[in-house]
């Protein structure tokens, strides 16, 4: 008598039901904004990662189209074979030139950047020290370079000491990995610490900029920027997906560093090029941000704003502690936040409910962008404060 081998399938997904944690998606129309229609119904947007209101930027648009027509939509192979392009190169040298590095290497999305880096760089006889709120993109880098994987507690700089005295000396190389933002939670990595840290204990340290990039800095070029630690040795990863308005990452670093990466990093050696389209869009990207910091500063001023009508109107919300403008409230279980959500979703607003697994607590999770209006925040608070 022979099973069904994939019978376990559906009772999987009926225990996923059961925990509500299952999830489906949800359809956007049109172009991406602080307004979107969302299932044919228009939603005032506090869901996005497009921090600065790039994504719909007609100057982004308007640069993917002119490179798809010149270069086509494909670029048809790894960079090393037929994949390169000299549009690719021009968006690295932009990269470096923001993040005040030598060099920086352009992947086809930030998930491959932290595979291909993490597993470059470290290896069996090797120790990675993993904050443990880490995105699953460092967790599974950290997996696939075969490393000995600890984590410490999150931003706890006295735990991840602590390991370092007990493990450090038994290991070739030791690497330390995190989130500058950490984007279900909001908060930031006590960066100058890590350095410390690692300096004392020859370490190196990998930081993930996903959701500070363009965001965060005098001139938008991340964590390290803001926290004054531009120029000292580290490796930074990011993505193009979120502020930059395009898709895929990059590593940022010494020529030396990078020059190695190309040589090693699975992820980008074996993988197709960034189209054409995503690369000028990313570059175009760059240079508003560098061009226009009125952006950022028009987000900041949003960020401040909601923040102080939560503490007037809604002072009992569970708020996590945040340094960017992700801004998260807990509540007490699954249901409860799919409830929420649901009922901000009919009053027009758009804001995920977030559950386990993807983070141990519940929660509802707030995007800011510089594009949102006082109006728009206003609602927000406004139907919260009906609803919680």
């Known amino acids: ?33 602080a307004i979107v229609r969302l299932e044919g119904q228009p939603v005032i947007n506090f869901a996005s990662n497009d921090y600065l209101g790039l994504a719909g930027d007609q100057r982004a648009i308007a640069a993917a189209v002119a490179a798809a027509k010149e270069f086509g939509t494909g670029s048809t192979g790894s960079r090393l074979l037929s994949g390169h392009r000299e ?32 597993a470059s760089l470290v290896g069996k006889r090797d120790l990675i020290l993993s ?26 700089v006295e735990d991840l000491e602590d390991l370092l005295h007990q493990h450090r000396q038994q290991y070739r190389r030791c690497l330390i990995i995190t989130d500058s933002v950490f984007s279900m939670d909001g908060d930031l990595c006590p960066l100058p610490a890590l350095l410390d840290l690692a300096e004392k ?17 005098a001139n938008g070029a991340g964590c390290v920027e803001h926290f004054h630690c531009t120029g000292l040795p580290l490796i930074q990863i990011g993505t193009l997906s979120k502020a930059l308005a395009s898709l895929g990452g990059y590593v940022a670093g010494s020529s030396t560093l990078i020059d190695f990466l190309r040589n090693r990093a699975p992820s980008w050696i074996y993988t197709t090029g960034l189209t054409p389209a995503d690369t000028a869009a990313a570059l175009a990207a760059i240079n508003i941000v560098k061009q226009e910091p009125q952006r950022r500063t028009q987000l900041w001023g949003n960020v401040n704003y909601l923040k102080h009508l939560f503490a007037e109107y809604l002072p009992h919300l569970k708020l996590l502690p945040s340094q960017s403008p992700i801004i998260c409230f807990q509540v007490d279980n699954p ?4 409830k929420i959500a649901y009922q901000l979703k009919a009053s027009g607003i758009f804001v995920p409910a977030i559950r386990p697994p993807t983070v141990p607590t519940s929660r509802i999770r707030i995007s800011v962008m510089a594009i949102h209006e006082p109006a728009h925040i206003d609602k927000l608070v406004q139907t919260l404060t009906e609803i919680v």
């Open 1 to 33: 008598m022979t099973t069904d081998p994939y019978a376990w399938l559906d009772k999987s997904l009926t225990t996923i039901h059961r925990a509500d944690w299952y999830r489906s998606v949800q359809t956007i129309q049109g172009l991406p904004g």
């Open 87 to 118: 549009l690719h190169r021009q968006l690295e040298e932009a990269i470096a030139s923001l993040k005040q590095t030598e060099d920086a290497l352009v992947f086809s999305s930030g998930y491959l950047a932290n595979l291909g880096a993490i």
């Open 131 to 156: 904050d443990r709120y880490n995105h699953s993109s460092l967790k599974n880098g950290a997996i696939l370079s075969g490393a000995t994987v600890i984590e410490y507690a999150h931003c706890n």
């Open 335 to 338: 249901q409860a936040a799919l």
């Open 201 to 217: 204990f020859s370490s190196m340290v990998l930081v993930d900029e996903a959701h500070a990039t363009g965001v965060l800095g």
